[in-house]
């Protein structure tokens, strides 16, 4: 679950008031998320017709500096036709609020619901989508370091320490021979732009075959731009476990991709090591919120191992078995 915050509806209801937006009708915790605080809004709308927002109340991994480059930027996809949620001024056109002590913003709602077990067809349809967006990031003038780079993976790991093997035995030693790899055989010259890096199913609304809406931007950054390939990549293509590889998925979201922006030989020569790079990214992240998250806490910790498991497979193959020939 991830409602950190709890703010009674009388406090959202006079936040409103800054907005034409309506009067509050109702207001909903969403389970769904990890990082911030997140509610369904219903009001009377503006024009009295009903309509729907999402509150959004920063916690604390989202660095309230970094929030005026997300927005920017989805002003900037948005206007450039991607699906993506837009934040919403008040009348004096703030987008960022106090609320409850917080960070708020009011953001747009978009339909649609995440596929747990995607189809070949919602696969290529999300490659397609964040093809789409990498075309539209394009002239995105923003930047923003990533702090899960690869120095942030070794800080994380130095984090982890001893902890590791309390996960699994032999955990630490896997991971310190990960990161020596990937120093070595990182590459250097690939594309950069503007990514999501974070693309899970999750992320990914959709009505049937057709994406409408890509949402949770708050790890977007600047890195290699088929990186967040590796990252869709890893997100889709797994049993939720990683334990079961579905190769059809892989080939579709390969298709998808390339049809909406193109993938270069040498993305493409390079897409394991990349793919192994994203694996270490979220086993470490998880890793580090099970040895830290108390076992009672609110919310459910995912499971690292699930992610050693990818990576043991991305060691193991080529580009042609990950992306079709
Ligand atoms: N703009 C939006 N439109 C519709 N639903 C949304 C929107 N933003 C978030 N949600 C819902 O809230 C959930 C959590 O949002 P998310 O941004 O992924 O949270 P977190 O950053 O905490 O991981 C999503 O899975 C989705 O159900
Ligand atoms: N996608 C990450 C965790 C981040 O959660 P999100 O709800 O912000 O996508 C993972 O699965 O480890």
């Given amino acids: 679950m991830a409602v950190y915050t709890h703010v009674p509806a009388e406090e959202i209801d006079a936040f409103l008031t800054r907005y034409d937006a309506g009067r509050l009708v109702s207001a909903k915790g969403i389970a769904e998320g990890v990082e911030n605080s ?30 005026p480059f997300f927005m920017d930027l989805l002003d900037h996809l948005g206007a450039r036709g991607c699906l993506v949620p ?30 747990t077990e995607p189809t070949p067809g919602q696969a290529r349809a999300a490659g397609m989508a964040l ?7 394009q002239g995105f003038a923003g930047e923003r370091r990533n702090a899960l780079d690869i120095a ?55 009505l049937g075959d057709a994406v409408t809406g890509l949402i949770d931007f708050y790890f977007s950054c600047t890195d290699i731009r088929a990186y967040d390939l590796a990252v869709t990549h890893s997100a889709w293509c797994f049993s939720n476990d990683g ?37 270490l990214r979220f086993l470490l992240t998880r890793a580090y919120d099970w040895i830290n998250t108390p076992a009672d806490a609110l919310v459910t910790r995912k499971d690292p191992l699930a992610y050693l498991r990818r990576l043991d497979f991305y060691a193991s193959v080529d580009a042609a078995e990950l992306l079709g020939a």
């Fill in 38 to 67: 997140n509610y369904l809004l219903e009001t009377t709308g503006a024009d009295g017709k009903g309509h729907r927002y999402i509150l959004t109340l920063y916690e604390k991994r989202v660095d309230e500096a970094d929030l």
């Fill in 131 to 137: 093809g789409e967006l990498h075309k539209a990031a």
């Fill in 243 to 279: 334990a079961t590889w579905h190769g059809a998925r892989g080939a579709a979201i390969g298709a998808g991709y390339a049809q909406a922006h193109g993938l270069s030989d040498a993305e493409r020569a390079a897409f394991p090591i990349l793919c192994r790079g994203a694996a």
């Fill in 152 to 206: 942030g993976w070794h800080a994380l790991a130095a984090k982890c320490g001893a902890d590791f093997d309390r996960i699994d035995p032999g955990l630490g030693a896997r991971v310190a021979r990960e990161l020596a790899f990937l120093d070595a055989h990182w590459p250097a010259d690939l594309p950069r732009s503007v990514i999501h890096a974070d693309l899970f199913p999750d992320n990914v609304l959709m």
């Fill in 86 to 115: 837009r934040f919403i001024a008040d009348r004096e056109g703030k987008r960022l609020q106090q609320l409850s002590g917080r960070p708020a913003c009011l953001i747009e709602f978009l339909t649609g619901i995440s596929v």
